[in-house]
């Protein structure tokens, strides 16, 4: 795919955030993956933050978009095995570092591109973040490889998007809506869907991925990702000037739903792109991925979900009042257990190698 046409690709995320802020959405939040998810985990009562409990529409539209154009493309290919269970725990703590940070990957840049210059520290620890896992990469970090399941399990994600859409729809008495705060702030459910499904099926054709994008730059030199990251960030700046320039500010004080702790901005999102190079992908990547009919993904996305749950039910989330002390044990933790998966599973390959070697001498 030619660089011209995944920056277009890009552009269309990008201004399809800014027309989600402008039909409702909250603010900086035109699409974020780890704040929807959250809410989504509110309005299941897996967590009870009354502000933060809503079933997002555009989290339905990123699977059933990815999964009827992978199908259509015949992607669709039902795979797993790959530590699924390590993938879980990775995809729990990315949860709680986007979570102090305040949005996932993907807000970053388009927090970025409101002015907001507390994701430019958050962009700072992303990389840094994502640098530190590719050292791992680089000495033979790996999860392992996937097999071929029956295509069964391949359908559960969509399945369960499906279920979420008519829980959506039908607003049944078990499922919890917000009355006030971000959860109550959403564009029309139509909007929210096509745009939804729109970023699904570009995301599934282009490959975008923001860990991806700055992965690919500094292991092999290529800008094919990040071009499609520029895009977004270009797209969006343009359309927030252009659609929503009242809520346009430059600065690092009173920016919506966020905080000036540079220090837990930093940490937090170096623990979510620690955890996603390791992964292989951003939120975003992985929700793409599950559609696709992989099963690791998948378990990822059930991990960022516990984590966006736990995260309100033991006060580790951030707000715009800064980051509790539950939350800055939590990022601590977060790494300590996450750069010690990536040590262990590189020891135990150098450990494998060097048996093989003396075997090989004999």
């Known amino acids: 795919m030619k660089k011209s046409t995944i920056l277009l690709a890009g552009g269309v995320i990008g201004l399809l955030a800014a027309a989600l ?68 725990v990775l995809g729990f ?26 994701a430019l520290i958050g962009l700072f620890g992303y990389i840094f973040g994502i640098w530190v896992g590719i050292q791992f990469l680089k000495n033979g970090f790996t999860l392992g490889r996937s097999y071929k ?26 499922i919890y809506f917000s009355e006030g705060g971000p959860g109550s702030m959403h564009a029309p459910l139509a909007l929210s869907l096509i745009a939804g499904l729109t970023v699904g099926a570009i995301v599934q054709r282009t490959r975008i991925c923001t860990v ?5 730059v500094m292991l092999i030199g290529d800008y094919h990702l990040l071009t499609g990251l520029i895009g977004i960030f270009l797209f969006a700046l343009v359309g927030n000037l252009v659609l929503n320039t009242a ?16 220090i837990w901005n930093f940490l937090g999102m170096t623990l979510a792109g620690l955890g996603s190079v390791l992964l292989g992908g951003c939120p975003l990547r992985q929700t793409i991925l599950a559609a696709e009919g992989n099963t690791d993904s998948a378990v990822t996305v059930l991990g960022l979900i516990t984590g966006a749950a736990f ?18 044990i939590a990022v601590a933790i977060g790494l300590v257990v996450v750069l010690g998966i990536a040590g262990l599973i590189v020891a135990r390959k150098a450990d494998t190698k060097q048996k093989e070697g003396a075997v090989l001498g004999q």
């Open 247 to 262: 809520a346009f500010k430059i600065g690092f004080v009173e920016q919506p739903i966020a905080h000036n702790d540079f």
């Open 21 to 88: 802020v402008k039909f409702g959405n909250p603010v900086n939040m035109g699409i974020c993956v780890a704040c929807f998810y959250r809410d989504i985990a509110g309005a299941l009562g897996l967590h009870r933050a009354e502000a933060v409990q809503y079933i997002r529409p555009e989290i339905i539209g990123f699977i059933l978009g990815a999964f009827l154009i992978a199908y259509a493309n015949k992607e669709f290919k039902a795979t797993g095995g790959s530590s699924p269970l390590i993938r879980f």
């Open 212 to 216: 991806g994008g700055f992965r690919d």
């Open 149 to 174: 399941q029956a295509k069964a399990n391949g359908y559960i994600m969509p399945l369960i998007a499906l279920a979420l859409l008519i829980f959506l729809v039908i607003k049944p008495a078990f």
């Open 311 to 328: 995260a309100h039910n033991f006060g580790t989330a951030a707000s715009p009042a800064g980051v509790p002390v539950n939350g800055q």
């Open 93 to 118: 703590f990315v949860m709680i570092g986007a979570l102090v940070f305040l949005g996932c990957p993907l807000r970053m840049i388009l927090r970025l591109a409101n002015g907001d210059l507390n």
